[in-house]
């Protein structure tokens, strides 16, 4: 529930659970709820996870939710690079990217690098996975929606996060001159922007990590890193370890 709170109240929702949590049956709870509302729903997923996720539609013995009736597409990440072949039933030469309600996006932080294409040696330049589900999926056609799904959505810094946060703001903060994205959450969330907010917050933490060890307090750290940092975590993420579960 909260996360499909999140997901109506600010387009999109990171859910960040330890390993072994079930993330993958809360996104289905939460792919029910919007396909219920006549929405049409895409999981994207890495290739070696697609059957994991594919197992759900099927009309099989090994489908635990067949009552359910699910309708979603799955599409691997790689698919992201490709215009012509199929995938699974997909013919993706004509493959309307822009006509989903939800995307699901499995291991998002595959998606943390928001790096550009560049030009090939017939000049044309190459778009990145990134830009291809931002710009084909984000932000063409209908407003999609989108849910993240990942234990480790920060793996090299807060830029990591900020980058996945994006696909919520429908634009990439740190390099679109549209400032709405960066805005995105100026009047729900009260952060003026998300790529000033998470500089910041990068700058504390780094900071903070050059200190001697025996004077590194965690409670330092979450005092230094402001409020506006934890307004904009605690508005778009759900993370739980497993002693929290317990």
């Not at 359910?68 to 995938?87: I, Q």
């Not at 634009?171 to 998300?194: C, M, T």
């Not at 780094?206 to 979450?222: G, Q, S, V, Y």
Request: glycine fraction near 6%.
């Amino acid at each position: 529930k909260g996360a499909i709170n999140k997901i109506r109240d600010y387009n999109g929702c990171i859910l960040a659970d330890s390993v072994g949590l079930g993330k993958t049956f809360e996104a289905l709870a939460v792919i029910k709820y919007f396909e219920l509302r006549n929405e049409r729903v895409l999981v994207l997923c890495p290739k070696k996870l697609r059957q994991n996720w594919t197992v759900f539609r099927s009309n099989s013995r090994l489908n635990p939710l067949l009552d359910d009736r699910f309708a979603f597409d799955v599409l691997s990440h790689t698919d992201l690079s490709r215009e012509f072949g199929l995938s699974g039933d997909h013919d993706l030469a004509n493959f309307r990217w822009e006509n989903y309600g939800l995307v699901v996006i499995d291991e998002s932080h595959n998606f943390r690098n928001n790096a550009v294409g560049k030009p090939t040696d017939d000049g044309e330049v190459r778009r990145t996975r990134y830009e291809r589900l931002l710009e084909d999926v984000s932000q063409a056609g209908q407003k999609t929606k989108v849910l993240l799904l990942s234990a480790t959505p920060v793996n090299n810094g807060i830029a990591d996060v900020r980058n996945q946060i994006s696909f919520i703001a429908g634009g990439d903060v740190a390099r679109s001159e549209n400032p709405a994205y960066d805005g995105a959450f100026s009047e729900k969330l009260g952060i003026p922007s998300i790529k000033e907010t998470t500089r910041k917050a990068q700058a504390k933490f780094t900071n903070w990590t050059k200190k001697p060890a025996e004077t590194r307090k965690a409670r330092d750290l979450i005092h230094e890193l402001g409020s506006d940092f934890f307004n904009l975590l605690d508005g778009l993420t759900i993370a739980r370890s497993r002693a929290q579960i317990k």
